[in-house]
């Protein structure tokens, strides 16, 4: 299953301070829902950055997101591999499926696709990808 990219997710108390610093790096606001932001690259829009104040509709808050072509196969093998499932697979209302996961380090993965709509919202290019939580 292709990867599309993979995202520090970052714990912040401070969006607005994280814009500015990592602005001075080069990075863009690409989306903001008030609880959790993504800043990238304009010369590289895959090149991202996720900060979250807390996970709108999971118990904690990821260490990082992989979004891949088939969330539904990645949640497939990682139940069968017996992995320690942390939030079930569910779609989310801004547009993405999603789980999370445990890694063999204790590290919270959120698995994510973006999902489509008749009116094409929630999908993403490589070019410009959408952002998540």
Known sequence: MPVRRVVPDIHSDDLDGSRMFYGLLGFEE?????????????????????????????PVTPDMSIEVDDVDAAYAAVLAAGAQIVRPLQNEEWG???????????????????????????????AAPDADG
């Open 30 to 58: 690409v989306m903001n829902l008030g609880w959790v932001m993504t800043l990238a690259s304009p010369a590289n829009p895959t090149a991202q950055l996720i900060f979250m104040t807390h996970d709108k509709t999971a």
């Open 96 to 126: 993405v499926r999603r789980f999370f996961v445990k890694d063999p380090n204790g590290r919270v993965v959120n698995v994510l696709g973006h999902q489509t709509s008749a009116h094409g919202t929630g999908s993403t290019t490589a």
